[in-house]
């Protein structure tokens, strides 16, 4: 089997409590700030309506979403943030000044109260997944919270449609297709093509389960000393949107949506 522990690409954290002064510490790096706030209610499982009627999404995390097709997992998410942020102050720190299309705006971390960093606390009772941002401090902390409640299999973590997909299992895969995943394995190959290179998890590599690294990442990852041209057998962790092409496929645009992982699967 393989090892539950996993080494952020880019950096290694360690593991804190959600409510301690490093935690608020740690979410004030994550975005511009701080803005003083009042919550009313809970819009979803990843997004909050302010008293003053703006709605902000917690774009670090992901709540089960209705493209996942689970109701039961959504409503329980958006209960779980409504009881730890509706009716509370809260300090939010912006991961960008523009709202959204649909006029969110985007918080990179909240505290409630002052000393309870929000995303933390979700991930603790496995109602979220961390979602790939350029931060490395605040994605390492995250990551270390995730991971506590995916070993536990809390919350989501025991529902199969959120869990951790072996890159071999193609029909499951498959049918996430267009939903974000978390998805490790070994890889089998590494090719080359115009302008970004293909991480095979499979030796059918038109069918089988892909990686696709644009080589402005692989550029960026060569200059850290993590060249993926030289990944063979490695077994990693990555997250993001699932698509169909040929086989499952994943494109990733950001170090911080890969794990190495400390010790390979038994084969």
């Known amino acids: 089997m393989a090892s ?38 809970a819009v979803d499982g990843h997004s909050l309506r302010l008293t003053d009627g703006r709605v902000f999404r917690l774009v670090q995390i992901v709540a089960p979403l209705p493209i996942d097709n689970d109701p ?6 958006r209960t779980s943030l409504h009881e730890i942020a509706a009716g509370k102050s809260a300090t939010l720190y ?4 523009a709202p959204d299309r649909y ?29 790939p941002s350029g ?18 299999r809390h919350g989501i973590w025991s529902d199969p449609r959120f869990r951790v997909f072996q890159a ?32 095979d998890f499979g030796r059918r590599f038109t069918e089988d389960f892909t990686i696709i690294v644009p080589d ?11 060249d993926p041209k030289n990944w063979r057998g490695k077994r990693i962790r990555v997250r993001g949107i699932l698509f169909f092409w040929g086989g499952p496929a994943m494109e990733i645009n950001l170090a ?12």
């Open 4 to 41: 539950t522990g996993g080494r952020f690409l880019l950096a290694i954290g360690l593991l804190g409590i959600w409510s301690c002064p490093a935690a608020g510490e740690i979410a004030a790096q994550c975005g511009t700030g701080p803005a003083a706030v009042e919550i009313a209610d």
């Open 72 to 77: 039961a997992a959504a409503a329980l998410a």
């Open 94 to 97: 912006l991961a960008s000044d």
């Open 103 to 131: 006029g969110r705006l985007a918080a990179a971390a909240v505290l409630i109260e002052g000393k309870h960093w929000l995303e933390a606390a979700l991930l603790e009772r496995g109602m979220a997944r961390v979602f």
């Open 135 to 152: 931060n490395d401090q605040c994605m390492t902390a995250l990551l270390a919270y995730e991971r506590k409640a995916r070993d536990a």
């Open 168 to 199: 071999e299992e193609l029909e499951p895969l498959l049918a996430a297709s267009g939903r974000f995943a978390v998805v490790e394995g070994t890889i089998r190959r590494v090719g080359r093509g115009r302008g970004r290179l293909y991480l």
């Open 216 to 226: 402005s990442l692989r550029k960026r990852l060569e200059a850290a000393g993590a």
């Open 256 to 267: 911080q949506a890969i794990e190495l992982l400390e010790s390979p699967a038994s084969e």
